[in-house]
């Protein structure tokens, strides 16, 4: 991909922000599929030779964009979910241990008013980012049988651009 494509990449995703989309458009946003495969690319390339350090750059902005993007997607989603969901979701947390209830509710920005990564949850709590999203997977299948289940689910899961 040569500098003006690659520049779309983040065209393409500024674009589409400044067009000042509504929550529903913002949740269900996707780059495109040649982005994507272009990203796929870097990525093995880096694990079968290595990348130069423009290719590296280029991955760095695109999961800073992608990073922007989740916590915009996730504001989103939870700024959709109606006030009683909200309430159901809290007093479903309210059920869990406490260590999972607060993973969760870090997780999905109600401790930190913020979406934190399994990465940013594991320094908080001083473990690693496995254990979290182990402890993540525990909490879901307590509250398998709970009706905010699938919106819980839906929240925690990674979000693709």
């Known amino acids: 991909m040569d500098a003006c494509e690659q520049q779309s990449i983040f065209v ?3 674009d589409f922000l400044v067009s000042q989309p509504n ?52 504001k989103a989603k ?5 006030e009683q969901t909200q309430l159901q979701l809290n007093e479903a947390i309210d059920q869990l241990p406490d ?26 709590l001083g473990v690693a980012r496995e254990r979290i999203r182990q402890l993540q997977v525990m909490a879901l299948n307590r509250l398998e049988k709970s009706p905010i289940h699938s919106i819980l689910e839906d929240l925690l899961n990674p979000i693709d651009l």
Not at 35 to 47: A, E, F, S, Y
Not at 51 to 58: D, F, G, N, T
Not at 78 to 82: C, F, Q, Y
């Open 12 to 14: 393409e995703v500024s």
């Open 23 to 74: 929550l529903e458009e913002l949740v269900a946003y996707q780059v495109s599929s040649s982005v994507k495969q272009h990203i796929d690319n870097l990525m093995q390339k880096n694990r079968e030779q290595g990348l130069s350090r423009a290719e590296q750059l280029e991955i760095e902005h695109f999961f800073a964009i992608s990073r922007m993007m989740t916590i915009a997607k996730v």
């Open 78 to 82: 939870l700024k959709l979910i109606d």
């Open 99 to 124: 260590r999972e209830a607060h993973i969760i509710r870090l997780r999905i920005g109600l401790a930190e008013g913020r979406y934190l990564t399994l990465e940013e949850v594991g320094a908080i």
